[in-house]
Nanobody
Framework: QLQAYGGGTVQAGGSLRLSCEAS????????MGWHRRSPGNQRELVAE???????NYSESVKGRFTISRDGAKNTVWLQMNSLKPEDTAIYYC??????????????WGTGTLVTVSS
């Protein structure tokens, strides 16, 4: 289960912080991150972080968004600063993990809506 929190409406230039906690049949997490789907239905990787701390950002959010995680709690955060109207989207927490049956799986949680007004 992936439970995401923190979406909402903010004016351009403002900030929001998303959080997500993974729970359930998880042996080890390889990667946690955030994807988004814009009103035009385009899907995009926003940011991801591996268990080893390797981070990957979309070019469109570099320098404005920061991803971090707590490996012990299977929790990931996305600090979003200097938000722009084009950041408006549904944000999905995502996970790539190995379950207790040693199967590798990927999962998208329920989304949280971020709306940035101009």
């Amino acid at each position: 289960q992936l439970q995401a929190y923190g979406g909402g409406t903010v004016q351009a230039g403002g900030s929001l912080r998303l959080s997500c906690e993974a729970s359930g049949n998880i042996l080890a997490v390889a990667v946690m991150g955030w994807h988004r789907r814009s009103p035009g239905n385009q899907r995009e990787l926003v940011a991801e972080i591996s268990s080893g701390g390797v981070i990957n950002y979309s070019e469109s959010v570099k320098g404005r968004f920061t991803i971090s995680r707590d490996g012990a709690k299977n929790t990931v955060w996305l600090q979003m600063n200097s938000l722009k109207p084009e950041d408006t989207a549904i944000y999905y927490c995502t996970i790539d993990y190995t379950d207790n049956q040693l199967e590798r799986k990927g999962y998208w949680g329920t989304g949280t809506l971020v709306t940035v007004s101009s």
